[in-house]
């Protein structure tokens, strides 16, 4: 559990999930925006960010 919120928030936003296999990635928005990113099982492309509940 994260001690502090910001940087709780902060991990989150760097986990993406893989559209495909929905497998999660942690990377940061920039390289998922820029597709430098590819998961590892699947090999896709495409990801979405993880929300928090
Ligand atoms: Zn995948």
Same mark, same amino acid.
């Given at each position: 559990m994260g001690k502090f919120p910001e940087a709780e928030n902060r991990i989150?936003?760097?986990i993406f999930i893989c559209r495909k296999c929905k497998s999660k990635? *942690?990377?940061t +928005?920039?390289?998922?925006?820029?597709?430098?990113?590819?998961? *590892?099982?699947? +090999?896709?492309?495409?990801?979405?960010?993880m929300r928090k509940k």
């Open positions: 989150l936003r760097n990635i *942690r990377t +928005n920039m390289r998922v925006l820029a597709k430098k990113v590819s998961c *590892r099982k699947c +090999n896709g492309k495409s990801f979405k960010p």
